[in-house]
């Protein structure tokens, strides 16, 4: 994506937010060797600890007077596994198509608390993201043009695995799909919240991505030898992207866009054809914005509580 960036205008200056310094400067210096003349920094940040998010923010208030774009895009998938079951039901019904383009009723995930007593799924995919947003408000809102939210989310985002009585998911097996359609939701509030002051906020799904959190669901060798299989089911299934590059054309596409002109209520879709071409398609978020209101004030008052926690961390 960055490197995606770059191509389109060599002028940014990038600021990548790594939870992990190491593998941070490795990515700084793989963008900087297709772009040497660029300017790319970088910032420390797990987004599933809200200490470090709110550190990391207080850095970025001191280093920046504006930001133009966030990519919100940290997300995990602890100890997935097929349902073998479901997806042997699934090819007998039909729904096979569906079923390998979205991930449901075959992913299910074994979630826990993290050191915030917070789920740690829906703490790193949502709240975390959430959390900095908030806190870079003011970097945000207010700038001569608009600034804009790019949220990562995914075609396995449903409402079905998402409840206002147990937002984090505490209680079931699909916490990234729960996780993803909270996304939907916040992205669509902090719309409404938000544009009049010049925030404006977009959500993708970059299709079925080769990486290494789609790797922890089956072994490698396995992947390796469906390959060809989901080379094939390109042809049937337009976001099978598989390859970073292709994951991001969305991303990049918005980055194109002005948002005054995009739908608060669509989720852009990176696609590749059978053929290799990429392109954009955009669909209508399946949310429900009264349910979103209400989430949005349960996230008020879950960062309420964070803040009375750590309030030596803020300016």
Same mark, same amino acid.
């Given at each position: 994506?960055?490197?995606?960036?770059?191509?389109?205008?060599?002028?940014?200056?990038?600021?990548?937010?790594?939870?992990?310094?190491?593998?941070?400067?490795?990515?700084?210096?793989?963008?900087?060797?297709?772009?040497?003349?660029?300017?790319?920094?970088?910032?420390?940040?797990?987004?599933?600890?809200?200490?470090?998010?709110?550190?990391?923010?207080?850095?970025?208030?001191?280093?920046?007077?504006?930001?133009? !774009?966030?990519?919100?895009?940290?997300?995990?998938?602890?100890?997935?596994?097929?349902?073998?079951?479901?997806?042997?039901?699934?090819?007998?019904?039909?729904?096979?198509?569906?079923?390998?383009?979205?991930?449901?009723?075959?992913?299910?995930?074994?979630?826990?608390?993290?050191?915030?007593?917070?789920?740690?799924?829906?703490?790193?995919?949502?709240?975390?993201?959430?959390?900095?947003?908030?806190?870079?408000?003011?970097?945000?809102?207010?700038?001569?043009?608009?600034?804009?939210?790019?949220?990562?989310?995914?075609?396995?985002?449903?409402?079905?695995?998402?409840?206002?009585?147990?937002?984090?998911?505490?209680?079931?097996?699909?916490?990234?799909?729960?996780?993803?359609?909270?996304?939907?939701?916040?992205?669509?509030?902090?719309?409404?919240?938000?544009?009049?002051?010049?925030?404006?906020?977009?959500?993708?799904?970059?299709?079925?991505?080769?990486?290494?959190?789609?790797?922890?669901?089956?072994?490698?060798?396995?992947?390796?030898?469906?390959?060809?299989?989901?080379?094939?089911?390109?042809?049937?299934?337009?976001?099978?992207?598989?390859?970073?590059?292709?994951?991001?054309?969305?991303?990049?596409?918005? !980055?194109?866009?002005?948002?005054?002109?995009?739908?608060?209520?669509?989720?852009?879709?990176?696609?590749?054809?059978?053929?290799?071409?990429?392109?954009?398609?955009?669909?209508?978020?399946?949310?429900?914005?009264?349910?979103?209101?209400?989430?949005?004030?349960?996230?008020?008052?879950?960062?309420?509580?964070?803040?009375?926690?750590?309030?030596?961390?803020?300016?």
């Amino acid at each position: 994506l960055c490197r995606r960036l770059l191509d389109e205008d060599g002028r940014l200056h990038l600021c990548l937010a790594c939870r992990n310094a190491q593998r941070s400067e490795a990515a700084r210096d793989s963008v900087l060797a297709a772009h040497p003349a660029a300017q790319v920094s970088t910032v420390e940040v797990d987004l599933g600890s809200v200490v470090s998010v709110l550190r990391a923010a207080r850095d970025l208030r001191r280093r920046f007077q504006r930001l133009d !774009f966030i990519f919100l895009n940290a997300g995990i998938m602890p100890n997935p596994h097929v349902n073998f079951k479901a997806l042997w039901q699934g090819l007998l019904t039909g729904r096979v198509l569906h079923m390998l383009t979205t991930a449901e009723g075959i992913m299910t995930q074994t979630d826990r608390l993290n050191g915030d007593g917070l789920q740690e799924v829906f703490a790193t995919n949502l709240f975390g993201h959430f959390i900095l947003v908030r806190q870079l408000e003011s970097l945000l809102c207010g700038n001569e043009k608009p600034s804009r939210l790019i949220w990562t989310s995914s075609s396995n985002a449903r409402e079905s695995a998402f409840s206002l009585s147990d937002y984090q998911h505490a209680k079931g097996q699909e916490s990234y799909s729960s996780s993803k359609y909270a996304t939907d939701l916040t992205s669509v509030v902090l719309n409404r919240k938000l544009n009049e002051r010049g925030l404006y906020s977009s959500v993708v799904c970059p299709g079925l991505v080769m990486s290494n959190m789609t790797y922890r669901i089956l072994p490698v060798f396995i992947w390796k030898l469906l390959m060809p299989i989901m080379w094939l089911i390109r042809f049937f299934a337009k976001t099978y992207t598989l390859t970073p590059y292709n994951g991001a054309e969305a991303h990049v596409w918005l !980055f194109k866009q002005k948002p005054e002109s995009l739908d608060a209520l669509v989720k852009y879709h990176s696609c590749t054809s059978g053929l290799g071409k990429n392109y954009v398609e955009p669909r209508k978020i399946d949310v429900d914005e009264e349910t979103a209101e209400k989430f949005y004030e349960k996230l008020l008052e879950l960062e309420k509580q964070a803040l009375e926690r750590y309030d030596d961390l803020l300016d």
